[in-house]
């Protein structure tokens, strides 16, 4: 037969107590120095991602004219029309006032807004100008892709102020 166990008697667990449960630790700082510091890193990091939207913003248009860059074929016999084409919607973007330029206008801008010494004053590119009215004229494939490579690093390195909806500029 089995025997039913029973609990030790009540005089084993008499000096036994509740432990008593302490009160839970905060998490969220206690002096004020703290929180002053949480908030100035907050307002830091609002400040950054703002300003860096800001400069994604107005550079967006730089990253579509590469994109059409890249898809040029310096083989095809209309890139230099291509290439003009870019190169007119970006100056037009940054200002309007630039839609009237052509031919020596045109590239005096480009190298205006050009970092370091001009890129488009020489033969080459008084040939690509000279080409886009007159038939006769052809460029080399060896002359397209260097007109390509100068607008790539053209668009990459140019500096300019734009114009920003609100009227900042």
Known sequence: ????????????????????????????????????????????????????LCRWWNNRYRSEALTALNELNPQDNDTGKRLFSILKVVLVYLNSGNARLF????????????????????????????SLVNPNI??????????IKRA?????QHRLSVKTQEGRV
Do not use: C
Not at 5 to 17: A, G, K, Q, V
Not at 33 to 50: D, E, N, P, R
Not at 124 to 130: I, N, P, R, V
Not at 152 to 156: A, G, M, S, T, Y
């Open 1 to 52: 037969m089995a025997t039913v166990h029973t609990p030790p008697s009540t005089y084993i667990l008499r000096d036994l107590h509740d432990v008593a449960v302490p009160e839970s630790v905060s998490w969220w700082p206690q002096t004020i120095g703290w929180k002053l510091l949480a908030l100035a890193i907050l307002l830091a990091l609002v400040y950054w991602t703002y300003k860096a």
């Open 103 to 130: 031919d020596a206008a045109f590239l005096g801008k480009l190298d205006e807004l050009s970092l370091g010494q001009p890129t488009f004053n020489d033969q080459t590119a008084k040939q690509w100008q000279q």
């Open 138 to 147: 052809e460029l080399s494939s060896e002359q397209n892709a260097e007109l």
């Open 152 to 156: 790539q690093v053209w668009l990459k």
